[in-house]
């Protein structure tokens, strides 16, 4: 596992020994906690943008958040967003079903 240096702000660093104390876990096991949680929630902030502005249809969304359409269609409906299905998609995950 690669080994990866950051410079944190004091705040951010007090926030961190705060966290891991409350957790009682160690400050790696922290940090790599919320890089995993951070990036995530960026994918999905990006693409319920992109969704949003109705640049991608829900598979593409589903990719790009890196979750399954049924995972992404939960997301849509607790961010209540619109679900915008267009032929193709519908088509591709009928193909996808029967293959299982």
């Not at 926030?15 to 919320?34: F, M, P, Q, Y």
């Not at 679900?83 to 193709?88: L, M, N």
């Amino acid at each position: 596992m690669p080994t990866v240096s950051v410079r944190l702000p004091d705040e951010e660093k007090d926030e961190l020994e705060a966290v891991a104390d409350l957790l009682e876990e160690d400050w790696s096991t922290i940090i790599r906690k919320s890089l995993r949680d951070g990036l995530h929630d960026l994918r999905v902030r990006h693409a319920v943008e992109r969704y949003q502005s109705g640049d991608v249809a829900v598979t593409e969304a589903a990719r790009l958040a890196n979750v399954t359409v049924a995972e992404w269609l939960e997301i849509a409906r607790e961010k209540n967003l619109t679900v915008q299905f267009r032929r193709e998609d519908l088509e591709r995950e009928v193909e996808a079903a029967h293959e299982l």
